[in-house]
Every structure is written in structure tokens, then in C-alpha cells.
């Protein structure tokens, strides 16, 4: 934003565009404030805003992610993004605070229109910092409704931006149009400079609002189906089966052999219905994989909110997003694995159940499909044994919360 007229403008529309930015950051800070303590008077307001989505099919898509959340990326595509999500975040960060640090500054030492730094270059940079802060939230914690609610917020900060700089026009006039002639607006080569700033109006607004939200839901579905067409799944005797370590898709005709030769799991998996409607789905995870309590409801030390590691934990997530990646999700924020649980997966076995055929297994992961968890067994990868088995509650961690899939 323009580094005085922050400090000028008044009126209702600098509120409505901080009050929708507000919502939109503690949107996408969910990811924080689901492992939090206060993660109960979280969803005490925002679950019911996601149960009532879930309702219609011409909404659940907004409940559901766009990008691999648990599982870790195995394309260098995917990779590349996730990395970028944490770079994203950090520095758009930093340029908004810095932004904010100079218009203060100018403020408090009456230096009129900033110039310097990078309001050399573009006249908004607040808005960038905050739009890219914003993008890699949404990479970070990857729901269709953050990514809408991102576009949103661009097109207000867009139009809030062409506002300050008509007022700041009639207020500095020739000053502020040379001004205006050899800067852009959020990004040195993705803007324009001009010398006059015409008044908005309403059908090239409504267009590029349609276009944005349309441009990020096809960028999100395309998103979503490439993810879905690279995700290390087998099927083994008709159990479809998903490695959150890619590397333990090896081991899925072995661990699927150990439950059947276990007469608990045997049993387990001989109660699941299996209809044209519905597949089985299998997660293995290693047993000690800090995010199962997303997939089912495998015990408390897996519903992050009890745990009281919110900082430790968000701050390896978003800081250490490659050494995030090596280590698979395992052990993260002083959860450190034992040495049993090198050698001990856990599967965690999902009736998969749908309106229609579900004829392949990335079928099981569509936007309408119901998860209920049916139960986890443990397996040790050197004696090939089940060391335990579990019946699971309907649910996963976090109750009825829309939680990842992938």
C-alpha cells in the first residue's frame, strides 16, 4: 500500500479489505491452531462453516485440499512447491513488516510519499508481501477455501490499491504522477506504469473477479488431479493401499500377507463389506508418524492439540520444509522415533464407500467419497508379525473436522 495513505484513508473500505484479510489468515492458520490448545474454541466457530460446505456437493470441494498434506511428495513438482510454500511465506513476511516498518517511519518523520527502498521499484509492496505470505499458506494448508478466499482477497487489495493512489493523486499531484510513470503496482515486471489513475468500474472489476477465482480453482482441481495421478498407491488383492513414505510401497504385498495370516486382523478384515460401491483403503504409516491421528482416531498422543508443542511444531513445518521432507513426516518437534519403530509400520484400514462404482483406487480419493476408519494393526517389518491390533472409532483426531486425504 502507499506508505501514507495507510495513515489517511478511512472510510469503510481499508476495514472490509482488513477484516476479509483476517479472515483469510486465520483460515489458512489452521494448520497452527489445530495442533494448539485453543484448537477446541477454533472449531467451536469454524467446523460448523465447514460441516455446513460438506452438506451439498456443490460445495464439499472446499472443504478438501488441492496438494499432498500428509503424504510425502514424490515428484519433483510437488517437492518444488512445498519448498516454495515455506520461501513464499517467509519472505513476504519479511517484506510486509519492513514496508510497515518505512511507513511508520515516514509517518513519524513527516517525509511525505515513501520512494526509497522497495517503493522504488512497485507503489504497493505491503499488498505483495501479504499476497505472497497469503499464496504460501495456501501451500502450506492446501483447503480449496483458502485458495479461494486468497483470490478474493487479491481482487480487494487490487481495488483498494487503485483507490489510495486516485486520493493520493489529488493530494500530491505532479509529484505522486512521476511517481506513478516509474513504478508498478505489486511486481516489478508484472505490472504497468501509467500517469493517471482512472476511477474503477464495475464490469472489468466483476470480470477479473470471475477470473481470478475461476483461474484458482482450475489452478487448485489441476493441482489436485495431478497429486492424485502421482500418489504411491497399490492395490493387493483388491485392498488398495497408500505409503505415506513412498519408499514403504515396496513393502504393501508383505504387510497386506502378515494381516491375513494374523487371525485378529484376518477377522477385521473379513467384517468389512466389500460392494461394487465401495473399496478398501489402507494407509501404512510408520508407527510413530506424528500425523496419523488425520487419517483415524488411532489414541491421544496423536491429537496434536493435547500435546502443547504448537511452536516447535509449525516451526520445523514451515522453517525446515526440506529436512521436513527427508525426514517423511516422522518424529518431528521432539516426537522422536524409538528404535522399535524403524522396523514396526502401521496400517490403518479405511472402508471407502460412494453413490456409484468406485472402479479403481484413485478413485478413492474423490470429493464425495465417505472414509470411515475400520481398524490399525502393527506389523514388524523383520518377523513379518502383527504385534497389535485395533478396532477404530468413526471419526479420526479431530472428531468430524474435514481433515486431509492425501
Known amino acids: 500500500m502507499n506508505a501514507m495513505e495507510k495513515n489517511r484513508r478511512g472510510g469503510g473500505g481499508g476495514w472490509f479489505v482488513g477484516g476479509l484479510s483476517l479472515i483469510y489468515f486465520v483460515a489458512a492458520f489452521e494448520i497452527v491452531i489445530m495442533i494448539s490448545p485453543f484448537a477446541f474454541f477454533f472449531y467451536s466457530a469454524f467446523n460448523p462453516i465447514l460441516l455446513g460446505l460438506n452438506q451439498s456437493a456443490a460445495t464439499r470441494w472446499l472443504t478438501t485440499f488441492f496438494l499432498p498434506h500428509m503424504i510425502v511428495p514424490n515428484t519433483p513438482l510437488l517437492l518444488a512447491i512445498r519448498v516454495l510454500g515455506s520461501v513464499l511465506f517467509g519472505v513476504g513476511a519479511l517484506l510486509f513488516l519492513a514496508c510497515a516498518a518505512q511507513v511508520y517511519l515516514g509517518k513519524l518523520l513527516k517525509r511525505g510519499v515513501a520512494e526509497r527502498g522497495v517503493y522504488a521499484v512497485i507503489r504497493h509492496p505491503q499488498y505483495t508481501g501479504l499476497i505472497m505470505a497469503g499464496l504460501g499458506l495456501t501451500i502450506l494448508w492446501p483447503r480449496f477455501l483458502t485458495l479461494m478466499l486468497l483470490a478474493v482477497m487479491i481482487f480487494l487489495y487490487y481495488l483498494l490499491a487503485r483507490d489510495e493512489e486516485r486520493r493520493m493523486l489529488n493530494r500530491y499531484g505532479e509529484t505522486y ?55 504411491p498407491l497399490a492395490t493387493v488383492d483388491g485392498i488398495d493401499v497408500l505409503s505415506v513414505q513412498p519408499a514403504d510401497a515396496a513393502l504393501a504385498p508383505n504387510l497386506l500377507e502378515a494381516l491375513k495370516r494374523d487371525p485378529s486382523a484376518a477377522s477385521a478384515l473379513r467384517s468389512i463389506p ?133
Open 274 to 406: 466389500r460392494t461394487a460401491d465401495s473399496r478398501i483403503l489402507a494407509y501404512v504409516v510408520p508407527v510413530d508418524y506424528v500425523m496419523q491421528g488425520m487419517i483415524a482416531d488411532t489414541g491421544d498422543r496423536w491429537k496434536l492439540f493435547r500435546n502443547h508443542q504448537t511452536l516447535a511444531n509449525i516451526t520445523d513445518y514451515v522453517v525446515h520444509p526440506i529436512g521436513h521432507l527427508r525426514g517423511g513426516h516422522e518424529g518431528h518437534a521432539g516426537m522422536a522415533m524409538g528404535e522399535g519403530s524403524v522396523a514396526t509400520r502401521r496400517i490403518i484400514i479405511l472402508q471407502i464407500s460412494s453413490g456409484s462404482v468406485l472402479s479403481s483406487a484413485r478413485s478413492d480419493f474423490g470429493i464425495n467419497e465417505r472414509r470411515v476408519p475400520s481398524f490399525f494393526a502393527d506389523v514388524h517389518l523383520h518377523s513379518w508379525q502383527v504385534e497389535q491390533v485395533q478396532k477404530l472409532p468413526p471419526g479420526t483426531g479431530w472428531g468430524d473436522v474435514p481433515t486431509p486425504m492425501f
Open 177 to 231: 504522477r512521476a511517481y506513478l510513470a516509474r513504478t508498478t503496482m505489486f511486481a516489478p515486471l508484472l505490472g504497468w506504469r501509467r500517469r493517471d489513475v482512472a476511477r474503477v468500474r464495475l464490469l472489468p472489476s466483476a470480470l477479473l473477479l470471475v477470473l481470478l477465482l475461476g483461474g484458482a480453482a482450475g489452478l487448485g482441481f489441476g493441482l489436485r488431479s495431478y497429486t492424485v495421478s502421482r500418489l
